[in-house]
C-alpha cells in the first residue's frame, strides 16, 4: 500500500510570489492535515481537511490556505510569500477517527 | 496555546543501551498520544501510540509509558541501535478533529 505522497520534494519562489504543494493520502484515509516545520518554530499544525471539509484550523494567517478533493488528494496554497515561510511542509494522513497519523516526506520550500 | 515539551536536548547513547526519551505536555484534555521518529530529509515515522485510558504500551523494542497525573509521556528504546539515530517528538491530541501539537523533539545518538 502506497504511503502518502507530497509534491514537489523541493520548491524554490521568490517573495511576493504564491505557491501551491500537493499531497495524495494513504488510500482509504479521509483526513489529511497539513504542518509546517521550521528550525526555530518546530512542527506546527496548519489545518486538517476531512471530507472536502475544514475540520481544524491552527494560528496561521490568511496567506496559508488548503482544501481537499473529492479523492481526499489535498493541496495547500501559501500566497504572498515571505521569507519566513521557507520550511519543510508536512503532510499526514489517517482514517479520520483520531487515529495514527502517517505522514509524507514533505515538501521544502525555500523562499528568496 | 498547548506546548508539548519545546526543547530540543540530545541523548547520547551507546549501541546496546537503552534509552529513554521524556516529554511533558500541558493539556490535561489531551487524551491520544504519538511518538515520531524524524530522519534527516525525512517526514516523522509513527513509532507507538497511547490512549489515555492505558499507562504503558508496548511495540517491538519500545514502550512508551503515560502518567496523566504529571502529564508526563516518555518512550523507551531497547538495546539502541545505530539505525535508532534521530530526532524523536511526541505529540499529543484532544480536540475535535485530528490536530496534533508536537513537542520540540529530542535528538538521540547512537554511538558505536
Known amino acids: 500500500k502506497a504511503g502518502v505522497t507530497q509534491t514537489p520534494r523541493y520548491l524554490i519562489k521568490t517573495r511576493g510570489q504564491q505557491v501551491t504543494l500537493s499531497c495524495s493520502p494513504i488510500s482509504g484515509h479521509r483526513s489529511v492535515s497539513w504542518y509546517q516545520q521550521t528550525p526555530g518554530q518546530g512542527l506546527q499544525f496548519l489545518f486538517e481537511?476531512?471530507?472536502?471539509?475544514?475540520?481544524n484550523k491552527g494560528n496561521f494567517p490568511g496567506r496559508f490556505s488548503g482544501r481537499q478533493f473529492s479523492n481526499s488528494r489535498s493541496e495547500m496554497n501559501v500566497s504572498t510569500l515571505e521569507l519566513g515561510d521557507s520550511a519543510l511542509y508536512l503532510c499526514?494522513?489517517?482514517?479520520?477517527?483520531?487515529?495514527?497519523?502517517?505522514f509524507g516526506q514533505g515538501t521544502r520550500l525555500t523562499v528568496v | 496555546g498547548e506546548s508539548v515539551g519545546l526543547h530540543l536536548p540530545t541523548l547520547s547513547v551507546q549501541e546496546g543501551d537503552n534509552s529513554i526519551i521524556n516529554c511533558a505536555y500541558s493539556n490535561s484534555a489531551s487524551d491520544y498520544f504519538i511518538w515520531y521518529k524524524q530522519e534527516s530529509g525525512k517526514g516523522p515515522q509513527f513509532i507507538i501510540d497511547i490512549r489515555s485510558n492505558m499507562d504503558k504500551r508496548q511495540g517491538q523494542r519500545v514502550t512508551v509509558l503515560l502518567n496523566k497525573t504529571v502529564k508526563h509521556l516518555s518512550l523507551q528504546i531497547a538495546a539502541t541501535q545505530p539505525g535508532d539515530s534521530a530526532v524523536y517528538f511526541c505529540?499529543?491530541?484532544?480536540?475535535?478533529?485530528?490536530?496534533?501539537?508536537f513537542g520540540g523533539g529530542t535528538r538521540v545518538l547512537v554511538k558505536p
Open positions: 481537511y476531512f471530507s472536502e471539509t475544514q475540520r
Open positions: 505529540a499529543e491530541t484532544g480536540a475535535a478533529g485530528n490536530k496534533l501539537t
Open positions: 499526514a494522513s489517517d482514517s479520520g477517527q483520531n487515529t495514527e497519523a502517517f
